[in-house]
């Protein structure tokens, strides 16, 4: 099914030439990790008030924390598992560069998924934004033949999951998590 999934998706491609340009935009590398970076920079640093600031700034370092040890488990995950990538095994027009790594999970999507879930434990509207974001960059790596469906949701499972456990482990280490905040304070950054 998911071969299959890929194969539907896949070909669009060359249909409609101002959507392959979209796709392009929002599957490399680049430009959906800034627009993400920069949605936590304006979060971390945009509270009106210095309560709702620190909310926001705990926010953001449960999201980088969630995208940190997400990062670990697909390198331990694909350290005993490799799957191939869909353009190596399916008859697919290419939209992006051909990665060399395991196609599972996908990495995008444990990024994603796991800002956006950091975002949604405090602001709602954000965190809605930002997973619609993970989604479109998700579903924009299986268009482009380079993840299957199951990757994607692997990943962005990993993502939440990860964030949810880094949420637990913040609470019971506090005042750690404040001093940290406090210490970025002193210095400026926060």
């Known amino acids: 099914m998911d071969a ?8 669009g491609v060359d249909t409609l030439p101002w ?10 590398d680049y430009f959906t990790p800034v627009a993400m970076s920069l949605l936590l ?8 008030t210095a309560a709702s600031r620190e909310l926001h700034q705990r926010a ?17 995950i694909g350290a005993f598992t490799f799957r191939g990538r869909p353009y190596l095994n399916e008859p697919l027009e290419l939209l992006f560069y051909q990665p060399t790594d395991s196609s599972f999970p996908a990495n995008p999507a444990v990024v994603g998924a796991a800002i956006a ?3 949604w434990g405090v602001n709602r509207r954000l965190g809605s934004i930002a997973f619609g974001v993970a989604a479109l960059w998700g579903l924009s790596r299986v268009y482009a033949g380079v993840s299957y469906p199951t990757d994607v949701l692997a990943g962005a499972a990993i993502g939440v999951g ?7 482990v913040l609470r019971r ?15 400026y950054l926060a």
């Open 60 to 76: 953001v370092l449960t999201a980088m924390l969630g995208v940190a040890f997400g990062n670990l488990a697909v390198q331990i």
């Open 4 to 11: 299959a999934i890929v194969r539907w998706l896949n070909s």
């Open 162 to 168: 990860v964030v949810m456990a880094v949420t637990w």
């Open 117 to 119: 879930a950091g975002l």
């Open 173 to 187: 280490i506090e005042p750690l998590p404040t001093m940290v905040i406090q210490l970025a304070q002193r210095f």
């Open 19 to 28: 959507l392959d340009d979209v796709i392009k935009i929002v599957v490399n």
């Open 41 to 48: 920079l304006g979060v971390w640093f945009g509270a009106k």
